[in-house]
């Protein structure tokens, strides 16, 4: 797919003066350079091998690193990497590196990850759980104003690329390509599909009220229409192909279908099936003939099973997956999804949901990690995702820019090493789009890929728990550009 245009960057790669590695001295930027023969400044045009001299007119630089986690693949110590144009053209051994390509502006760091995926994220601009002040306290104008310091934290947290599951992020991408704000990549589905009276109904609104604003067969333009809302409502097979048509139309990247009950909805049942087997093939049907996969939020055995069987992509939480689940997803070639940040923080935030939500958050936790721990296990495809959807500073736990948190879960709560919740959350990233041309190249440090790096001020190999906190990533580039340093930094939305 086309590359969407990065948002304003850093001006510069400043130096680096708060190293925590090996040497005390700290590490430097060289900025000043002549790369031509003339004595102009320039960067290059390069095979991973090439010994030429740079050319004038390219844009280029080299990164340093003591320590790459390449995102697939094992960790190497002294390594270099040139980004030229947006694009990873050579990764080689720091000692390997030609010495005209040397003079390359450069920045040193400790360790150089892959930027950093979140699979399952909510732009929704809303303050709480409570899903009825989508449709009556928070209008689409004032989620996205709340949705741009989201997008800010997002992208300063390490996280260079999202997958929205059901919120604005469609709108507020233009704004990320455009270059108003600055964020991550945002690949979305636009809004959940609900079946009437499923996980993305509102209860305590009228039916008609919402079905005029959610579902499918009222598109008259208004501030909730279908065309631009979180959420559509859809019942029967043509509604169900009718509404995967509108979102296409809207332009999002995959689909989202709530084929089960859900938590934080007030009267569906986690364990019961939602949307019947033919309503679901038909949205896999119409999705995928649009070069779409479908993701398909699940909870109970039931809806896990009929997803898989009608060819879902994702599976998103899978609280009570068992033995025979896993299995089906492994034949399928699925990608679970386990979100476990929201399960985790979630029982720890009554006040954010309805006394019934909060029920069900309790009553989902006590079977989330034992199905975590047996996808792994089992070896399942599995991609880190959060669920993370409430517009706060990050100072809150739910509030999104919060996302680091989950490769520690990985690791305590799912029982992966520290390498395998590093790829989940990087190389595995593009596979939740599948192969039917909505993935990026990125989320691996290899010749060919997107430039979206991290760096970190210590091996998170040794402790996971660096993720968590955005200070410890020290360094942001996105698309080969520059968005946070130790000294610079998009700082828009100070704490």
Request: aromatic share 4%; glycine share 8%; with cysteine.
């Amino acid at each position: 797919m086309t590359r969407r245009k990065p948002a304003v960057p850093v001006a510069t790669t400043p130096s680096y003066s708060d190293r925590t590695s090996r040497s005390e001295q700290p590490y430097s930027t060289n900025s000043d350079v002549t790369l031509t023969q003339e004595g102009q400044a320039s960067s290059i045009s390069m095979s991973p091998t090439s010994t030429d001299a740079p050319k004038a007119g390219d844009s280029a630089h080299l990164i340093n690193a003591d320590l790459l986690i390449p995102g697939r693949g094992e960790p190497r110590s002294k390594m270099s990497v040139i980004v030229q144009d947006g694009k990873i053209t050579s990764v080689q051994p720091t000692s390997s590196v030609p010495p005209p390509f040397k003079k390359l502006p450069t920045t040193e760091v400790p360790v150089l990850l892959p930027g950093l995926w979140d699979c399952h994220t909510h732009l929704l601009g809303a303050t709480s759980f409570n899903f009825s002040e989508l449709l009556t306290t928070s209008p689409p104008a004032l989620a996205g104003a709340r949705i741009s310091r989201n997008v800010h934290d997002i992208l300063m947290s390490g996280f260079t690329s999202i997958r929205d599951l059901g919120g604005y992020a469609l709108e507020v991408s233009k704004a990320v390509d455009e270059g108003t704000l600055v964020g991550p990549h945002i690949y979305s589905a636009g809004a959940a599909i609900s079946q009437t009276s499923g996980h993305g109904d509102i209860y305590d609104l009228p039916s008609g009220f919402v079905t005029s604003c959610l579902g499918v067969r009222d598109t008259q333009a208004n501030a909730f229409a279908p065309a631009t809302g979180p959420l559509l409502l859809a019942d029967g097979v043509d509604e169900c192909r009718r509404a995967v048509r509108l979102l296409t139309r809207r332009g999002a990247q995959c689909i989202k279908v709530f084929a089960s009950g859900g938590v934080l909805s007030i009267a569906d049942d986690p364990l019961r099936q939602q949307f019947s087997l033919d309503e679901l093939k038909v949205i896999v049907e119409e999705a995928n003939r649009a070069g779409r996969i479908v993701a398909a939020h699940c909870h109970g055995k039931v809806g896990i099973m009929a997803a898989l069987h009608a060819g879902c992509h994702t599976i998103e939480h899978g609280t009570y997956m068992d033995e025979e689940c896993v299995e089906l997803m492994k034949r399928k070639g699925a990608v679970y999804v386990p979100t476990r940040t929201i399960v985790k923080i979630g029982v720890d935030h009554p006040e954010l949901m309805s006394p019934e939500s909060y029920r069900k958050m309790l009553e989902t936790a006590k079977h989330h990690r034992a199905a975590y721990r047996l996808a792994v296990r089992s070896g399942v495809k599995i991609a880190l995702g959060t669920d993370l959807g409430i517009s706060a500073p990050t100072t809150h736990p739910l509030a999104l820019g919060n996302s680091g948190g989950e490769l520690a879960y990985a690791v305590s709560d799912g029982g992966m090493d520290s390498l395998s919740a590093i790829e989940a959350a990087t190389a595995m990233g593009p596979e939740v789009l599948g192969d039917l041309g909505m993935a990026p190249k990125t989320g691996q440090i290899a010749v060919g890929y997107d430039a979206d790096l991290i760096a970190l001020t210590a091996n998170p190999l040794h402790n996971m728990d660096l993720f968590k906190h955005p200070k410890n990533i020290t360094h942001v580039w996105k698309s080969g550009k520059l968005f946070k340093s130790p000294t610079s930094a998009s700082a828009a939305f100070p704490l």
